[in-house]
């Protein structure tokens, strides 16, 4: 199973026609999405044909016909979409992800980064009134292997597996993915970096917990806000299944922004040591860099306690 995204999710590209999109339609493609559409009222009722190669190495190709819907809409009524992926400018994102919410899609990936805050905020509350799930903005969306991959997150660096990931960082989710492709992954969720995000750390962790083929969840921060330690109290009092996790930032220095929108440090409030704490508290096994943390799970999966009693293909 995986939690979110599945085989049977249709999938709308909102920008497919732009060049980010285009490129990343095809590889979505090429993952074995099930693309049944993009997106762009000045382009509808055309179809841009994507040469989709047939192997994982590349070796032959089939053309592959996708038509250009003038709105989400009635892309949904034509194919039955469920998902978006929103590959379109900051300045169009926010009325983007108010279409596909109108127009009752259940889950929206905002890819797009420099979304001003003001506007996620706007969309997420209209996204969560018409039960659109929203995840982003500013990340590289979700994967589950094997199954469907809507965003940019690479597909051949891992495989179908038992660890569920969830995180803020891009860099780190395909650093994590590669370190223990040996294992593989339910679902990896990239939720963004942003100061506002539409699903959380806590969303993903419920959504694990009660995913059967989950095993063992990877949960990635970094400095900045205090999403990592409501995370920790989450697992604390909800999740039976062990957890990893890995904080970035522990080099930052002192009075510095670093990387994310999000990763904005307050005296002692936000820092690395901070949340690392609060994860270990609740029982957490924190890695230092990404390659230990990668030993941690494999570690923690080889202890009798861990379930084994998932069957996995």
Do not use: W
């Not at 060049?19 to 382009?43: D, F, I, Q, S, Y």
């Not at 300045?91 to 805050?117: Q, S, W, Y």
């Not at 597909?155 to 989710?173: H, P, Y």
Request: hydrophobic share 40%; charged share 20%.
């Amino acid at each position: 199973m995986a939690v979110f995204l599945t085989k049977e999710s249709k999938v709308l590209v909102q920008g497919m026609t732009g060049a980010e999109g285009m490129r990343h339609t095809r590889r979505m493609l090429t993952a074995g999405t099930n693309v049944v559409g993009g997106v762009n009222p000045r382009k509808a009722g055309r179809t841009v044909d994507f040469d989709v190669p047939q192997s994982p190495e590349g070796l032959g190709s089939a053309p592959r016909a996708v038509p250009v819907f003038g709105s989400v809409r009635e892309g949904i009524e034509a194919t039955g979409a469920d998902v978006s992926v929103v590959f379109v400018p900051p300045a169009f994102a926010r009325a983007a992800v108010v279409e596909a919410a109108d127009a009752g899609i259940g889950l929206a990936v905002v890819i797009t980064e420099g979304i001003p805050v003001h506007d996620t905020v706007a969309f997420r509350a209209h996204a969560a009134a018409r039960g659109t799930r929203v995840i982003g903005p500013n990340c590289p969306g979700l994967i589950s292997p094997g199954q469907s991959n809507a965003g940019i997150i690479p597909a051949d660096i891992t495989r179908q597996g038992r660890i569920g990931m969830v995180s803020k960082s891009g860099t780190l989710t395909y650093q994590l993915m590669y370190e223990l492709r040996d294992i593989g992954f339910s679902t990896c969720v990239g939720i963004g970096g942003d100061p506002v995000v539409g699903t959380t750390h806590i969303d993903c962790l419920a959504a694990f917990q009660e995913d059967p083929d989950t095993e063992l969840i990877v949960l990635i921060g970094e400095i900045g806000g205090d999403a990592e330690e409501r995370a920790a109290a989450y697992v604390r009092d909800h999740i039976t299944k062990p957890v990893v996790g890995y904080i970035a930032g522990f080099t930052a220095p002192e009075g510095r922004t670093m990387g994310h929108a999000g990763a904005i440090v307050s005296g002692s409030s936000g820092t690395a040591k901070a949340k690392k704490a609060a994860l270990e508290a609740a029982g957490v096994r924190v890695g230092g860099t990404p390659t230990e943390t990668a030993r941690l799970v494999l570690a923690r999966l080889a202890e009798p306690e861990t379930r084994s009693d998932v069957t996995h293909s």
